[in-house]
């Protein structure tokens, strides 16, 4: 993603294709951000300030942030944000982003992503406290891909090993005692946690939801 700017736009098209076909009442606000300030408030609009090479050589590469806001956003972080994480999904394909750059767009709406952040890093904590007291492994809830990614960053900085277990949506992440085998499968039974199954969802409760209102 050498370009932002460019990248920004081909979001903000696409964006407006989606809310325009589904008849969603959401505004949203594509804006591009140095990685090393994607936490402050000093994010700058990618739509009205073009990013300059200069900058961009000062603040490191650059990340594309979208913001929802509108009547419609509990559509969007409805079932743990499956749409919103589904558009922001989609949005690295249109990209062409490697693996490796995907965490480069953030999609949020109404700060969903800001409060489960928040979230994660309180279970991070009591599940550590957990499995150091106890010395048993503990599994955390299905997460998607960026979730999990981000539950091992927190999990590293206490010292203990994890692993992520589970196929599909129903992958999991699993924090283990010191000197605990990761490499063998998870047996959820084994330790008392349950792992809810994936979510099936009814197809005309999807029909209604993108429904054109007049």
Known sequence: MDDV??????????????????????RFRVKARSLKQRNTDSAESAESSTPSAEGAAKDGPRSLYVEFTGPDTPLLTSRNGELLNALEHIATKILRLEPHEQDRVAFDADQFKVNRDRQMQESA??????????????????????????MHMLLSESGLPTASSGEGPGRFVVLYPKGADTSAPFNLSATGDTQPPPRRHDANQVRNAFRPRY
């Open 125 to 150: 904590s009591a599940a550590i406290q957990r499995v150091r007291s106890t010395g048993e492994p503990h599994a955390f809830p299905p997460m998607n891909s960026r979730e999990r990614r981000m």
């Open 5 to 26: 700017t460019q990248a920004a736009q081909t979001i903000a098209k696409f964006l407006q294709a989606f809310t325009t076909t589904s008849g969603l009442r959401l």
